[in-house]
């Protein structure tokens, strides 16, 4: 039998492994962290960027090309020759603060998929703007709050979705800043009362309306944010079925969602929701909060699930 001593080792050892965690920026990073009664701040920023460094980036020939093919619509192009230019300078990979330079460069010119995954690159410096912006602002709240969704948690969604392409647009056919399928779109506009064509599925207010009003409606339907994700990303049919064996925390079921792409989509929308609530709000929160403690069977007494949620 397990002696006192046994279970202080593992106790002991169990510290140690969220420690380790704790100071990583990942949804197991802000879990550990939150475990041992240390929530995550954002990290201190990098000291700004010198003219000199903004311009070394800003004159870069690979930069530049890769700029240039992104403007004349040749993403995949530009997206390589981006990559290859940070991998491969003459001194080898780009150092912390050429990695911020180049993200900012690309900040500054609305590339936000390169921003973020330039900025992500750092390994000493950080900075959280960078790695989690804003864009359309002003509009994201506003829409966000008139439907009744947390803008944070759309802002989470739509970096994971899109990385902020208006004309994003996926191999299965979803389209726009939140992805939407177009019998999805046109399902949430009957239900909202749009009046909708199909050519307006990339228009960034049509997208953000279509795209968070299904948000909400998965979410109210399936009862917590993580299921919610899990449905807009799978369907709605399938986290129904996933949640029908055994209660689990929250974490744990989320790990055993079957399908990889979800099961990571669903960490990475919530833990960015969380950046995002700390950049929107100047605040620590934490990620257990947007968890339930549980995820199993839906209750006797719930409402009954939307057969017709696409």
Same mark, same amino acid.
């Given at each position: 039998?397990?002696?006192?001593?046994?279970?202080? +080792?593992?106790?002991? /050892?169990?510290?140690?492994?969220?420690?380790?965690?704790?100071?990583?920026?990942?949804?197991?990073?802000?879990?550990? !962290? @939150?475990?041992?009664?240390?929530?995550?701040?954002?990290?201190?920023?990098?000291?700004?960027?010198? /003219?000199? @460094?903004?311009? +070394?980036?800003?004159?870069?020939?690979?930069?530049?090309?890769?700029? +240039?093919?992104?403007?004349?619509?040749? $993403?995949?192009?530009?997206?390589?020759?981006?990559?290859?230019?940070?991998?491969?300078?003459?001194?080898?990979? #780009?150092? =912390?603060?050429?990695?911020?330079?180049? !993200?900012?460069?690309?900040?500054?010119?609305?590339?936000?998929? $390169?921003?973020?995954? &330039?900025?992500?690159?750092?390994?000493?410096?950080?900075?959280?703007?960078?790695?989690?912006? #804003?864009?359309?602002?002003?509009?994201?709240?506003?829409?966000?709050?008139?439907?009744?969704?947390?803008? !944070?948690?759309?802002?989470?969604?739509?970096?994971?979705?899109?990385?902020?392409?208006?004309?994003?647009?996926?191999?299965?056919?979803?389209?726009?800043?939140?992805?939407?399928?177009?019998?999805?779109? +046109?399902?949430?506009?009957?239900?909202?009362?749009?009046?909708?064509?199909?050519?307006?599925?990339? =228009?960034?207010?049509?997208?953000?309306?279509?795209? #968070?009003?299904?948000?909400?409606?998965?979410?109210?339907?399936?009862?917590?944010?993580?299921?919610?994700?899990?449905?807009?990303?799978?369907?709605?049919?399938?986290?129904?079925?996933?949640?029908?064996?055994?209660?689990? @925390?929250?974490?744990?079921?989320?790990?055993?969602?079957?399908?990889?792409? &979800? $099961? =990571?989509?669903?960490?990475?929308?919530?833990?960015?929701?969380?950046?995002?609530?700390?950049?929107?709000?100047?605040?620590?929160?934490?990620?257990?909060? $947007?968890?339930?403690?549980?995820?199993?069977?839906? *209750?006797?007494?719930?409402?009954?699930?939307? *057969?017709?949620?696409?």
């Amino acid at each position: 039998a397990p002696t006192a001593g046994d279970a202080e +080792r593992l106790r002991a /050892d169990a510290f140690q492994l969220l420690d380790e965690l704790s100071g990583q920026y990942h949804f197991y990073g802000k879990l550990a !962290a @939150e475990a041992l009664e240390r929530p995550h701040a954002l990290p201190p920023s990098a000291a700004p960027l010198t /003219d000199a @460094e903004r311009e +070394r980036a800003a004159t870069n020939p690979g930069l530049q090309r890769a700029l +240039r093919l992104i403007e004349l619509g040749l $993403r995949s192009e530009g997206v390589r020759e981006w990559n290859w230019t940070l991998n491969f300078t003459s001194a080898g990979r #780009m150092g =912390d603060r050429e990695l911020l330079a180049a !993200a900012q460069l690309a900040c500054d010119r609305q590339v936000w998929d $390169r921003c973020i995954n &330039t900025s992500e690159r750092t390994q000493a410096e950080f900075n959280f703007e960078q790695r989690f912006p #804003m864009p359309f602002r002003r509009e994201v709240v506003l829409k966000a709050r008139e439907l009744g969704v947390d803008p !944070a948690v759309v802002y989470g969604l739509i970096r994971q979705e899109s990385r902020f392409i208006l004309d994003a647009r996926s191999h299965v056919g979803a389209s726009g800043l939140m992805q939407l399928m177009p019998a999805t779109a +046109r399902w949430t506009a009957r239900q909202i009362g749009l009046n909708y064509q199909p050519s307006m599925i990339n =228009d960034r207010d049509v997208n953000l309306t279509l795209g #968070m009003s299904y948000l909400k409606l998965v979410v109210d339907d399936q009862g917590s944010l993580a299921l919610g994700a899990a449905a807009y990303n799978a369907g709605p049919g399938r986290p129904r079925r996933w949640r029908e064996g055994p209660v689990l @925390e929250a974490p744990i079921w989320i790990e055993n969602i079957p399908f990889n792409e &979800t $099961r =990571d989509y669903v960490k990475k929308v919530l833990s960015n929701a969380t950046y995002y609530d700390a950049l929107m709000n100047n605040r620590v929160p934490r990620l257990r909060d $947007r968890l339930e403690p549980t995820i199993g069977p839906r *209750a006797p007494n719930a409402p009954v699930s939307r *057969a017709d949620l696409p």
